[in-house]
Nanobody, 117 residues
Framework: VQLQASGGGSVQAGGSLKLSCAAR???????????RGWYRQAQGKQRELVAEFTSGGMTNYQDSVKDRFTISKDNSRKTVYLQMNSLEPEDTAVYYCNIDTGSRDYWGQGTLVTVSS
């Protein structure tokens, strides 16, 4: 299994980006039953949860991104997305996708998001 993340880049404050994470080699039933999320790690800081689908299908967001970021999924493509709007310089970080099957934890390679003021 490999998680392929893409979509990072550099934008000005107020701009938007959409991240994608495709789960290559994961069977469909495992993908749909797993907890799927996006984390980020800013320079000098710990990795933190940004948004997730729980294994039960609920969504959770970090307070600082609520009403700005939206996590979504396309089960047929085994892909998770993170739409990021109204980006702020504080959102600058490397973003990682994560899929936790309950028995294994998979991470994408990270994609850099840079927001300039």
């Amino acid at each position: 299994v490999q998680l392929q993340a893409s979509g990072g880049g550099s934008v000005q404050a107020g701009g938007s980006l959409k991240l994608s994470c495709a789960a290559r080699g994961m069977i469909w039933s495992t993908f749909t039953a797993s907890r799927r999320g996006w984390y980020r790690q800013a320079q000098g800081k710990q990795r933190e949860l940004v948004a997730e689908f729980t294994s039960g299908g609920m969504t959770n967001y970090q307070d600082s991104v609520k009403d700005r970021f939206t996590i979504s999924k396309d089960n047929s493509r085994k892909t998770v997305y993170l739409q990021m709007n109204s980006l702020e310089p504080e959102d600058t970080a490397v973003y990682y996708c994560n899929i936790d099957t309950g028995s294994r934890d998979y991470w994408g390679q990270g994609t850099l998001v840079t927001v300039s003021s």
